[in-house]
Nanobody, 126 residues
Framework: QVQLVESGGGLVQAGGSLRLSCAVS????????MGWFRQAPGKEREFVAA????????YYVDSVKGRFTISRDNAKNTVDLQMNSLKPEDTAVYHC???????????????????WGQGTQVTVYS
């Protein structure tokens, strides 16, 4: 059994920052990569960022490059998403998920992730 629990969401003014955290418990060794995804009202869930557990490889969607930073703490089994210069269009429910696929081509593929967390709401107002 694997559990993913997100925290750190909230209400922030445009230009502000938030730090999301995903705590991973259970059979964590089955995962090669952890990702953050988001889903805005009326829209499909989209990839935001991902990081491998075993090396420093990171992946980002173009719209957050230079503003968001994903990091991991292997000892604590946590994956964080530091979000700076937030925009109203970043408003969404943010979910973390784990992937057992090592191929880098799959890093942004939502279908290659399973064991999703319940999500945390991020609301950015202008």
């Amino acid at each position: 059994q694997v559990q993913l629990v997100e925290s750190g969401g909230g209400l922030v003014q445009a230009g502000g920052s938030l730090r999301l955290s995903c705590a991973v418990s259970g059979r964590t060794l089955i995962y090669y990569r952890m990702g953050w995804f988001r889903q805005a009202p009326g829209k499909e869930r989209e990839f935001v960022a991902a990081i491998n557990w075993s090396d420093d490889s990171t992946y980002y969607v173009d719209s957050v490059k230079g503003r968001f930073t994903i990091s991991r703490d292997n000892a604590k089994n946590t994956v964080d998403l530091q979000m700076n210069s937030l925009k109203p269009e970043d408003t969404a429910v943010y979910h973390c998920a784990g992937s057992r696929f090592s191929t880098s081509t799959y890093a942004r593929e939502i279908s290659k992730y399973d064991y999703w967390g319940q999500g945390t709401q991020v609301t950015v107002y202008s």
